[in-house]
Structures are given as C-alpha cells and as structure tokens.
C-alpha cells in the first residue's frame, strides 16, 4: 500500500513537472532611436574641446530635450556630432525645432536649438547633461561629467 502511494505520488509530481507550459519572452519594441555617447575617450572630465554624437531618429525629434547643467550642446558641422560649451552658472535646454522643410533631398526637417532655462542648480564644475522625452517625466539617459580647463 506504501508502495503504491509512493509511485503515485512520484507520478504525479514528474507529470507536473513536465507538463507546465515553458515561459515565454515578449520584447516590446521602442518606437525611439537615440544614441548619446563622447566622442573618443570615454571620460567623466570635460574640457573645452569635448565632442558628443546624438543620433536620433526623425520621428523622436520633435520630443527630445536635452537639459544641460552648467554648458550647452552646440551642433557642429556633423549631424550627429555636438561640442560642449562650458558656461559657468546657466542651465540649456537643447531641442529640435521643426523647420517645415519636408522636401526628400532635404538633410532634416528638423533644426537643433539651445535655449537658456535659468540657472544651474549644479555646482560649478559639475555638468549634468540629460536626455529626456517630452511626454515623459523621466529621464532617457542622465550623465554626470566634472569640468576641467
């Protein structure tokens, strides 16, 4: 009778074991493209001459903002390929304006601005640079860099 429970008991367990359904993986996919990264040397000091690429794609453009402590973002003659500029005590908020130039042969229909947000509440030498959506409250990407002349 022992016995019987027993491999009962073991049968019953090896089949529900063995007969759960395997779990399964989504992965939503972003609608949003964008890259944020130093050009060069990856460092956490800044100096006058400290490249970025942002790459965003066309339809996350008009959503983006990047707020930067203590500098701005200035666009160079690359596309992707941004200088900072250190200024001392001011807070920029980077955005892509919308330029209505919807032509194919057209680069982008979109122009990069910095536009003054008040002051930094950051300490002088600390730069926080942040990516954030429009529409969100979070931050996308935040990085913290220490200027050095």
């Known amino acids: 009778m022992r016995t019987t429970c027993f491999i009962f ?12 359904v395997p ?6 996919k972003e609608k949003h493209t964008i890259l944020f ?21 066309e339809a996350s453009k008009n959503d983006l903002s990047v707020f930067v ?10 596309d992707s390929l941004y200088m900072f500029r250190y200024i001392k005590g001011m807070n920029y908020e980077c955005v892509f304006n919308s330029t209505g130039n919807t032509q ?3 680069k982008s229909a979109f122009e990069f601005k910095a536009l003054v947000n008040g002051v930094s509440a950051e300490p002088s030498n600390k730069i926080v640079i942040k990516l954030k959506m429009k529409n969100k409250d979070s931050s ?6 220490y200027y050095k002349e």
Do not use: C, H, M, P
């Open 104 to 106: 194919k042969n057209s």
């Open 37 to 57: 990264f130093q050009k060069g040397i990856k460092t956490d000091t800044l100096t006058r001459a400290s490249l970025f690429y942002l790459v965003v794609d």
């Open 23 to 28: 779990a399964t993986i989504k992965v939503k």
């Open 140 to 145: 996308l990407i935040e990085n913290t860099f």
């Open 69 to 78: 402590d203590n500098g701005q973002l200035v666009k160079t003659e690359n």
């Open 9 to 20: 008991t073991l049968a019953f367990l090896t089949a529900s074991l063995f007969s759960q």
